[in-house]
């Protein structure tokens, strides 16, 4: 009676890639180059992340602040609104945001006559925009499941 070894042969399969990560904040650092003209990130300490323009506010720790809460900008009156709210920016309302500024001011105001001083659409990539936001947002709590 010969002992019989099992020897399982491993089938090594590659380990199916998950679904591609749905945000992908290097992929959104890349992307800032779309509002730049307009936006600067900009640290406490004044250190340069991204330079960039100033006819929209700084976006440095932007995920966890209050919606229209940079203290130097002039905000338009809508997303003003919105802030006195005490509406948070997280990654999922900023996302929606940047995609369409006018059309998320609208939805959350329940007003169509709403005015964006924002006429920039982020139509592609805006999660991992605002995964590459979260990373330069030191307060932001942590990930939302
Ligand atoms: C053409 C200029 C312009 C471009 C390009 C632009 N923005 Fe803006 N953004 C603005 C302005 C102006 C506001 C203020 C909106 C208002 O007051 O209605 C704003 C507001 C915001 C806010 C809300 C900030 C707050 O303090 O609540 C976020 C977030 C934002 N922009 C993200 C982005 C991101 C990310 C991009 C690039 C994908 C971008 N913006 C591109 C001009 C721009």
Redesign the pocket.
């Known amino acids: 009676m010969g002992i019989k070894i099992f020897v399982p042969v491993l089938a090594v399969l590659p380990l199916l890639a998950g679904p591609a990560m749905a945000q992908d904040a290097a992929a959104g650092e890349a992307?800032?180059k779309?509002?730049k003209?307009?936006?600067a990130i900009t640290a406490d300490d004044g250190t340069d992340i991204q330079k960039g323009g100033k006819?929209?506010?700084n976006?440095y720790n932007?995920i966890g602040?209050q919606?229209?809460?940079?203290e130097d900008?002039r905000?338009?009156e809508?997303?003003e609104a919105v802030?006195e709210t005490g509406l948070v920016?997280d990654e999922e309302n900023?996302a929606a945001?940047?995609t369409d500024?006018k059309a998320w001011l609208e939805e959350v105001l329940g007003d169509k006559k709403v005015?964006?001083?924002?006429?920039?659409k982020?139509r592609k990539g805006a999660e991992d925009?605002a995964a590459y936001?979260k990373s330069v947002s030191p307060d932001a709590p942590p990930a939302e499941s």
């Open positions: 992307d800032f779309r509002c003209a307009c936006h006819t929209g506010p976006l932007i602040r919606v229209a809460s940079e900008f905000y338009g809508s997303i802030g920016w900023l945001y940047i500024p005015k964006t001083k924002m006429t920039y982020h925009m936001l």
